[in-house]
């Protein structure tokens, strides 16, 4: 079997014509911490999100693909698996919750795909069970398997290779296939670095489950950060990652509207509400000191909600 590195090798081979390297830029920290933003926001689909489905498309038979890809998703996976799809002349589905931003489902939509609103509890329940009544099609799942995970490992090469003294690492936890397959690369190759996921209060499973011990349901509220707050952890991913990270830092909608603010104003880039979170928790100097990434994850926002975000009071 394959290291893990040289798994995510081969996945970097795999998206190479479909998924971008994304710029590591200075952000907007000051002394004495050296942040770096990793601007996932710049791929074809707005989001760090191509790299892990393109990777399960690559790996996937040509035969399993003719029936079509199937995901669950508030957006960016959808829009994913969706810009694949089209790639390849095949229909797209998407299990969608009811909440999702209409910004993301107008994307999945013009690339082709058909999306399908579901309460909360039916959405969460296809990332369990892998299907959807009436969809015959390759399921490719948001964060738990493998191959997304590899796909997602492919950041943490680029970012040995542009930092090779990086510190820390900030990464948003939504279900956690980005901070563990990048969290995976890193343990084998700087194992030094500190790596932490970044949660916000309307919805933090994973720092209550770190501290726990165990999988825990938390209260959720919707809100603009809609990419990573959510009410559990899977076990599996909890698993992975409390073996992988250093912790969770927790911020509040309050610190991410203020990150997405001021690297609108320094940086000229468009944060979503996960992304600024990570942001959030660096700035925060929660991650430590020296010099800290953050993994911009995404850019998929309504400008107008954007605008009214860094509009408010400072």
Same mark, same amino acid.
């Given at each position: 079997m394959s290291?893990i590195p040289e798994?995510?090798?081969?996945a970097?081979?795999n998206?190479?014509?479909?998924a971008?390297r994304?710029?590591l830029?200075a952000?907007p920290g000051?002394?004495?911490?050296?942040?770096?933003?990793?601007?996932?926001n710049?791929?074809?689909i707005?989001?760090?999100?191509?790299?892990?489905?393109a990777?399960?498309?690559?790996?996937t038979?040509r035969e399993?693909?003719q029936r079509?890809?199937?995901?669950?998703?508030?957006g960016?996976?959808?829009?994913g698996?969706a810009y694949c799809?089209?790639?390849?002349?095949?229909?797209?589905t998407?299990?969608?919750?009811?909440t999702?931003p209409?910004?993301?489902?107008?994307a999945?939509?013009?690339?082709?795909?058909?999306a399908?609103?579901v309460?909360?509890?039916?959405w969460?329940r296809?990332?369990?069970?892998?299907t959807y009544?009436g969809v015959?099609?390759t399921?490719i799942?948001?964060f738990?398997?493998?191959?997304?995970?590899?796909?997602?490992g492919t950041?943490?090469m680029?970012?040995?290779e542009d930092?090779p003294d990086?510190?820390?690492?900030?990464?948003?936890?939504g279900? +956690?296939?980005l901070? =563990?397959?990048?969290a /995976?690369? @890193?343990?084998?190759?700087?194992?030094?670095?500190r790596?932490? $996921?970044a949660e916000?209060?309307?919805g933090a499973?994973l720092?209550?489950s770190?501290?726990?011990g165990?999988?825990r349901?938390?209260?959720h509220t919707?809100?603009f950060?809609?990419?990573?707050?959510?009410k559990v952890?899977?076990s599996?991913?909890f698993?992975r990652?409390r073996?992988?990270?250093?912790?969770?830092?927790?911020?509040?909608?309050?610190?991410?509207?203020?990150a997405?603010?001021?690297?609108?104003?320094?940086n000229?880039?468009?944060?979503? +509400?996960?992304?600024? =979170?990570?942001?959030a /928790?660096? @700035?925060?100097?929660?991650a430590?000191q020296?010099?800290v990434? $953050?993994?911009v994850?995404g850019?998929?926002?309504?400008?107008d909600?954007?605008?009214r975000?860094?509009a408010?009071?400072s």
């Open positions: 290291s798994q995510v090798e081969e970097r081979r998206i190479a014509s479909i971008f994304t710029p830029v952000g000051e002394s004495p911490l050296d942040l770096f933003l990793k601007l996932e710049v791929q074809p707005g989001s760090f999100k191509i790299r892990g489905a990777n399960v498309v690559a790996r038979p399993r693909l079509g890809l199937l995901t669950a998703s508030a960016n996976m959808a829009q698996v799809a089209r790639r390849l002349g095949i229909p797209a998407v299990i969608a919750p009811e999702a209409a910004t993301k489902i107008r999945v939509e013009r690339l082709g795909g058909r399908i609103l309460p909360f509890a039916d969460w296809t990332f369990e069970t892998r009544p015959d099609a399921f799942h948001a738990d398997d493998p191959d997304v995970m590899a796909g997602n950041i943490a680029e970012l040995i930092l990086l510190d820390a690492v900030v990464i948003p936890w279900g +956690g296939g901070s =563990c397959g990048i /995976a690369v @890193l343990r084998e190759l700087k194992p030094r670095v790596i932490y $996921a916000v209060d309307t499973p720092a209550a770190l501290a726990a165990e999988p349901t938390v209260d919707p809100s950060v809609d990419g990573i707050s959510a952890v899977f599996a991913m698993e990652a073996k992988l990270l250093d912790g969770s830092i927790v911020v509040t909608l309050h610190q991410a509207a203020q997405m603010k001021l690297v609108a104003e320094r000229r880039v468009i944060m979503e +509400g996960a992304a600024a =979170c990570a942001v /928790a660096a @700035l925060s100097g929660r430590g020296g010099k990434v $953050a993994i994850s850019g998929n926002i309504d400008l909600q954007f605008a975000l860094v408010g009071p």
